[in-house]
């Protein structure tokens, strides 16, 4: 199972909106609405940003916001801060055999 | 406060093993599933494997499969990885975490395993 295909870097300026993509197949991204995203700074514990494609852990921003079409999730970050500089990945259910797909992970820089 | 807090890691030679745990408090562990994830230096998240919560179901990547155990003692809030016929291509991060709706929260800090060949 390859893993979900996300851009290596996406930047913006303070107060900007970035949307990081998630590409995935029919298998996974494509047949659930099980699609995870994570924030890691380096040397820290990842944290779950979106859980079920579009919902908020509580404690997180309103600023981060999930959707899918089709094969493809996205993450929004609006009102781009400086604390949102990390790696942000995805993550999908993938049936029974495969179980779950990371994706490539995404350096998101604020200029 | 819900903490995960991983140890075991080490240095270890090809072929050898190592047993990895995971104490967790700050919510009832004997109730969800668990999981540990692993990143590989300089690269990205990828998951090893689960356990239900009575631990009587296991799943692995295909990638240990065979090679790695995953147990839990409930009554010591305790989440293990046995890792046995290690290879180079096993040295990460090993992080354990929760299981949310399929989400994974929170997560460990992570303990280092490193295989020398």
């Known amino acids: 199972q390859s893993a979900l295909t996300q851009p290596a870097s996406v930047s913006g300026s303070p107060g900007q909106s970035l949307t990081i993509s998630c590409t995935g197949t029919?298998?996974?991204?494509?047949?659930?609405?099980?699609v995870s995203w994570y924030q890691h700074h380096p040397g820290k514990a990842p944290k779950l940003m979106i859980y079920?494609?579009?919902k908020r852990p509580s404690g997180v921003s309103n600023r981060f916001s999930g959707s899918k079409s089709g094969n493809t999730a996205s993450l929004t970050i609006s009102g781009l801060q400086a604390e949102d500089e990390a790696d942000y990945y995805c993550?999908?259910?993938?049936?029974?055999?495969?179980?779950?797909?990371f994706g490539t992970g995404t350096k998101v820089t604020v200029l | 406060e819900m903490q995960l807090v991983e140890s075991g890691g080490g240095l270890v030679q090809a072929g050898g093993s190592l047993r990895l745990s995971c104490a967790a408090s700050?919510?009832?562990?004997?109730?969800?599933?668990m999981h540990w994830v692993r990143q590989d230096p300089g690269k990205g998240l990828v998951w090893v494997s689960r356990?239900?919560?009575?631990?009587?179901?296991?799943n692995y990547a295909d990638s240990v499969k065979g090679r790695f155990t995953i147990s839990r003692d409930n009554a010591k809030n305790t989440l293990y990885l046995q890792m046995n016929s290690l290879r180079a291509e096993d040295t990460a991060v090993y992080y354990c975490?929760?299981?949310?709706?399929?989400?994974?929260?929170?997560w460990g800090q992570g303990t280092l395993v490193t295989v020398s060949s």
């Open positions: 975490t929760r299981d949310i709706n399929e989400g994974f929260d929170p």
């Open positions: 700050g919510f009832p562990f004997y109730n969800y599933w």
């Open positions: 356990i239900n919560p009575d631990g009587s179901k296991t």
């Open positions: 029919s298998s996974d991204v494509g047949s659930y609405n099980l």
């Open positions: 079920e494609g579009n």
């Open positions: 993550c999908s259910y993938a049936g029974s055999n495969t179980f779950y797909v």
